[in-house]
C-alpha cells in the first residue's frame, strides 16, 4: 500500500483511494481519476470497528485531485490502474465486480489506524489512564439520564473496557468488571459507585491502601444491592 499523501504511521481516519483510467470507453472521456472515500469512526461498537465506504467518483485529473486532498487534509492512497474496456457501459456494476481486489488495501489502513489508537491507549500514563476510565463513566450515566441512543451508549462502555484492560497492566486493584456490568442501569446508585470508584482509583495511585480498601468495602456493599 502506497500512501501519496499522509502518514501511515499515523493515519487520519479519513481516506480516499484512486486508481488512474486505462482505456478508451467513451464514458470516462473527461476523467483521468476514479476516487473513492471511505473514513473509520474511531468509536466502537460491541467491539467493532465503524466505516463507511462512498461510492465512487469521477475526477478529471490527479491535480484536481490533490487539490481536494490538500484542502481537507485526507489521506490519499493510490490504488493503481484500471482498465475499462471499451464496451463496459454499466460503470456501477463494473466498479463492484473489480474493486474486490483493492480491499486488502483499505484492510491494511484499517489495521493501521487500529494499531494507531491502540498505542495512543498503551502509551498514556497511570494518571491519565484513570482520568479518562472517570470521564468515560460519568460520560455513560450522562447518556443514560438523558436517554441518548443505545449504539452510542454501548461504544462508550466498549471505551471502558479497552481502559480496564490497560489499567490492568499498569497495577493491581483497578478493577473495573463489576461496574461495566451495571453501569447503563437507570438507577441512581450507580452515580454513587462511579464516584466511589474515582476515589478507589485515586487511592490506590496514591499508595492510601487503607482508604483504597475502606472504598473497596463499601462498594462491593452497593453491588450487592444492585443485583438482588
Not at 486508481?19 to 460491541?46: C, D, H, Y
Not at 467491539?47 to 481537507?72: G, H, Q, W
Request: a neutral charge.
Amino acid at each position: 500500500m502506497k500512501i501519496e499523501h499522509g502518514d501511515i504511521e499515523n493515519p487520519t481516519g479519513n481516506a480516499v483511494i484512486y486508481w488512474r483510467i486505462k482505456g478508451n470507453n467513451k464514458m470516462f472521456k473527461n476523467a483521468e481519476i476514479i476516487a473513492s472515500n471511505f473514513v473509520i469512526s474511531p468509536l466502537q461498537f460491541k467491539n467493532e470497528t465503524l466505516m463507511v465506504n462512498f461510492p465512487p467518483v469521477l475526477i478529471e485529473s490527479y491535480a484536481k485531485l490533490m487539490t481536494i486532498i490538500e484542502a481537507n487534509n485526507i489521506d490519499l492512497i493510490k490504488g493503481g490502474e484500471l482498465f475499462i474496456e471499451d464496451n463496459i457501459q454499466n460503470f456501477s456494476k463494473f466498479y463492484k465486480k473489480h474493486i474486490e481486489k483493492y480491499n486488502g488495501i483499505i484492510q491494511k489502513y484499517l489495521v493501521a489506524y487500529k494499531e494507531k489508537n491502540e498505542k495512543h491507549v498503551v502509551t498514556m500514563s497511570l494518571p491519565k489512564l484513570i482520568n479518562q476510565a472517570g470521564e468515560l463513566m460519568e460520560t455513560v450515566r450522562r447518556l443514560v439520564k438523558n436517554e441518548e441512543k443505545r449504539e452510542e451508549i454501548s461504544s462508550k462502555i466498549a471505551e471502558l473496557r479497552e481502559i480496564q484492560h490497560h489499567l490492568n497492566s499498569e497495577m493491581r486493584g483497578f478493577d473495573l468488571n463489576n461496574i461495566i456490568h451495571v453501569i447503563d442501569k437507570p438507577d441512581m446508585t450507580v452515580d454513587r459507585l462511579v464516584n466511589l470508584y474515582k476515589q478507589k482509583f485515586l487511592a490506590i495511585f496514591l499508595e492510601d491502601y487503607e482508604r483504597a480498601d475502606s472504598l473497596k468495602k463499601e462498594i462491593i456493599k452497593l453491588e450487592q444491592g444492585l443485583h438482588r
